[in-house]
């Protein structure tokens, strides 16, 4: 058996194809793409062997308030999943178009949608509800989703192997940061609470996006700008907020490294945007060690930015001391493998 898992971008396609006892066997990466059709052929072309091929998993970022589990792809589900693309503009409609493509070409191989937000399910509801109506929030489910789960996930799931700790009897605080920023409070092997909401927006300051702002601001940015269609208006704020702020906003750079050198180099407005975002961290790190009642076995980094270069997370440790001596893992994530895992559970469990 083994599986082929795709992480389907807007310009790019990621693959990874596992033996059944999660051997890698190959990987690859498709760079600036324009027609999905044509990448996920080069995809399978590479992979070859597919005679061997159990399953082809895929990415999916949000599930909406209907997908928590993986789910067995088919042409009468397949348009459920496009209800929620409005909710991820900048990666569902992309991870759906990989699983299109990759059910023309193979129809007769199994395709599982794997979503990060299932693993936040069960948050509970003191953290799941924003203060809104509940008539509204029942009515547009308006709820915290949670993202990053699949990478929160494995890396609970290897610090559990690292501390010698059974699952259900681990607490973390998991960071991912990468492109996008977030962290999770695990107590007993399950996500209690998590920086992301409803959207990925919501949050941490990260390299594009804002994170978490005053509602107000939204209006004013309204009244304040010059005087277009409405809905000219509304898309011009988010993609400012998701496109244009964070790190980039800040500083004018997207790439963290970048910034690492300038902030060693002393640059002033470096510095500025790094505190902002190490603080607004350790903001949540406080927090989230405050709703695990203080019972915290580790710090978890991961992401490029997270298990990468040590200034940032080191930055974080020494800023809380005042938490005690909390041991801290840098671990490299690896979502690709958390998805296989998942495919080869919903298989054994369907047979």
């Not at 999905?36 to 052929?41: E, G």
């Not at 070859?48 to 970022?61: C, N, S, Y």
């Not at 559990?160 to 492109?179: D, F, M, P, Q, S």
């Not at 060690?289 to 710090?299: P, R, S, T």
Request: proline share 3%.
């Amino acid at each position: 058996m083994s599986i082929l898992v795709i992480n389907s971008g807007s310009t790019s396609v990621k693959y990874k194809l596992f033996t059944h006892d999660e051997e890698e066997i190959k990987q690859g990466n498709i760079t600036n793409i324009t027609d999905h059709q044509a990448a996920l052929k080069q995809v399978l072309r590479d992979v070859g062997g597919l005679q061997d091929l159990t399953a082809i998993g895929h990415r999916v970022v949000h599930g909406g308030h209907k997908f928590f589990k993986p789910l067995l792809v088919n042409q009468d589900n397949f348009s459920e999943l496009e209800q929620f693309n409005n909710l991820a503009p900048l990666h569902n409609p992309y991870n759906l178009a990989g699983i299109k493509a990759t059910m023309e070409y193979l129809p007769h191989i199994k395709q599982v949608a794997v979503f990060d937000t299932a693993f936040y399910a069960n948050l509970p509801l003191v953290n799941r509800l924003y203060g809104l109506p509940r008539e509204l929030t029942e009515k547009y489910k308006i709820y915290r989703y949670g993202f990053h789960g699949t990478s929160h996930k494995y890396v609970m799931q290897e610090s559990a192997k690292l501390l010698k700790t059974e699952i259900n009897k681990i607490n973390l605080i998991t960071c991912h940061l990468g492109g996008g920023w977030s962290i999770t409070a695990i107590k007993n092997g399950q996500p209690i609470d998590t920086s992301m909401g409803m959207t990925p927006l919501e949050g941490l300051v990260m390299m594009t996006r804002a994170g978490d702002i005053d509602p107000g601001i939204i209006f004013k940015l309204l009244e304040e700008m010059p005087e277009e269609i409405n809905q000219s208006k509304v898309a011009m704020i988010y993609d400012l907020l998701n496109q244009q702020s964070g790190i980039k906003g800040l500083f004018g750079v997207n790439d963290f490294q970048k910034l690492l050198k300038m902030v060693s180099l002393g640059n002033k407005e470096a510095n500025l945007a790094f505190d902002l975002a190490i603080n607004r961290l350790v903001k949540y790190i406080g927090a989230f060690w405050v709703e695990l009642e203080g019972k915290v076995q580790a710090i978890v980094f991961t992401g490029a930015v997270g298990a990468g270069n040590p200034m940032t997370r080191n930055q974080v440790m020494q800023k809380i001391t005042c938490l005690g001596k909390l041991p801290m893992l840098a671990i490299q994530t690896n979502e690709e493998l958390m998805i296989a895992r998942e495919i080869r559970e919903l298989i054994l469990t369907s047979k």
